[in-house]
C-alpha cells in the first residue's frame, strides 16, 4: 500500500511569515493532488500536478512536484490568517484501480 | 455545474439505531467514495464505488456498507450505531481519468 507522508503535522506562525509543508512516498505518484481543508467542511481541491519537476502556483501558494514523482511541497508566502486550515496531499497508486490515498494532513494556523 | 451534495449536514442518533446518508455526485462522475474522519484523524477510506459496483473497500467493520446507483447517486449505511461512529462522514466523486475527487460539505454524525 502506498502510503503518503506529510510533514509537519502542525504548524502555528504568525502573519506574514512564509511556509513549507511536504508530502512524501517511497512510491512514485502518478499524479498528486493538494486539498485544503476548513473545520466542519469537505477538502477542496487546489491543485494537480503531473509532471515531474512541474511548478504551480495559486497566488501566494506555490506547489512543487519532485522530479522523481515520489516527493511534493507546498509553499505559502506571506501567510493570511485565512490560509488557516488542514493542508492534505493525496494521489491513486499507478497501477490498479485504486483507492485515492490521503496523507495525514498538516494543520496550519496562521495567528493575526 | 452543481457540486457534490450530501443530505443531511448533521445527524443525531442514538446508539444501536442505523443510519442512513446520501450523495449525488457531480455530473459525469461515476465513481463514488466515502470517507470517515474524526478530531486528530486523517481521512479514513471506507469504500469506493464505481458504476454500481464497490471497487476497493477499507478496514472497517460490516456495520459499514454502502451501495450505488444507475444515476450515480451512492448511499452508505452504518447499522447498529456505536459513540466512536460519531464522525464526520465525507463522499467524494472523482473525474473519468479518477485522478481527482472533488468533495461534498459533509455529513456530521453525532451518536448519543
Known amino acids: 500500500t502506498q502510503l503518503l507522508e506529510q510533514s509537519p503535522q502542525f504548524l502555528s506562525i504568525q502573519e506574514g511569515e512564509n511556509l513549507t509543508v511536504y508530502c512524501n512516498s517511497s512510491s512514485v505518484f502518478s499524479s498528486l493532488q493538494w486539498y485544503r481543508q476548513e473545520p466542519g467542511e469537505g477538502p477542496v481541491l487546489l491543485v494537480t500536478v503531473v509532471t515531474g519537476g512541474e511548478v504551480k502556483k495559486l497566488k501566494r501558494l506555490t506547489f512543487q512536484f519532485g522530479d522523481a514523482r515520489k516527493d511534493s511541497s507546498l509553499h505559502i508566502t506571506a501567510a493570511q490568517p485565512g490560509d488557516t486550515g488542514l493542508y492534505l496531499c493525496?494521489?491513486?497508486?499507478?497501477?490498479?484501480?485504486?483507492?485515492?490515498?490521503f496523507g495525514q494532513g498538516t494543520r496550519l494556523t496562521i495567528n493575526p | 455545474k452543481a457540486g457534490v451534495t450530501q443530505t443531511p449536514r448533521y445527524l443525531i442518533k442514538t446508539r444501536g439505531q442505523q443510519v442512513t446518508l446520501s450523495c449525488s455526485p457531480i455530473?459525469?462522475?461515476?465513481?463514488v467514495s466515502w470517507y470517515q474522519q474524526t478530531p486528530g484523524q486523517g481521512l479514513q477510506f471506507l469504500f469506493e464505488y464505481f458504476s454500481e459496483t464497490q471497487r476497493n473497500k477499507g478496514n472497517f467493520p460490516g456495520r459499514f456498507s454502502g451501495r450505488q446507483f444507475s444515476n450515480s447517486r451512492s448511499e452508505m449505511n452504518v447499522s447498529t450505531l456505536e459513540l466512536g461512529d460519531s464522525a464526520l462522514y465525507l463522499c467524494?466523486?472523482?473525474?473519468?481519468?479518477?485522478?481527482?475527487?472533488?468533495f461534498g460539505q459533509g455529513t456530521r454524525l453525532t451518536v448519543v
Open positions: 493525496a494521489s491513486r497508486p499507478i497501477q490498479g484501480a485504486q483507492k485515492l490515498v
Open positions: 455530473s459525469g462522475h461515476r465513481s
Open positions: 467524494a466523486s472523482s473525474t473519468p481519468g479518477y485522478t481527482e475527487a472533488f
